[in-house]
């Protein structure tokens, strides 16, 4: 559910984004009255809904060539950060809850386990940030040959 969610909000802020590039430009060669309406193409919003960013453009900054090493890189680098994941999961998360569910319920369980969850968590926030926003991204830029990689500003 959460990753439709996430996948709805991105369309949502997509389509937002087109909207508001396109119907000002719409409106005021109505208003002009003027012969030609500048309408995008289809395959320029297909390719706008596919690259990574939310701001839409007629036209973006293209790239000549698709390095293919590159996107395999970046993809492997997003299957070992799951890897990676899953061993922190594994080892340091599930020992640590596993414990606490034979034992009562006392504070000072419940302290001490949300303490030795707090680095594994932060572990797996830096991983999911290095997975999507840098490995995943960056390998879709790549494939639709998307120059403009300034996914931190």
């Not at 984004?17 to 003027?34: T, Y």
């Not at 594994?90 to 030795?116: A, D, K, M, W, Y």
Request: include cysteine.
């Amino acid at each position: 559910a959460a990753v439709l969610l996430a996948l709805q909000v991105r369309l949502v802020m997509k389509a937002h984004s087109f909207i508001r590039e396109n119907v000002p430009r719409v409106l005021s060669s109505v208003k002009d009255k003027s012969s030609t309406v500048h309408i995008p193409r289809i395959s320029q919003y297909l390719y706008f809904l596919f690259a990574p960013t939310l701001i839409y453009r007629d036209n973006y900054p293209r790239n000549p060539t698709i390095r293919w090493g590159y996107v395999a890189t970046k993809f492997a680098q997003v299957l070992g950060s799951l890897f990676y994941a899953y061993y922190i999961f594994v080892r340091l998360c599930i020992p640590q809850f596993r414990n606490s569910s034979q034992e009562t319920f006392n504070l000072r369980g419940l302290v001490l386990c949300i303490f030795n969850s707090i680095l594994p968590g932060v572990l797996i926030l830096f991983l999911v940030f290095f997975a999507f926003l840098h490995c995943w991204l960056n390998a879709f830029a790549e494939m639709l040959r998307f120059a403009d990689r300034m996914f931190y500003k």
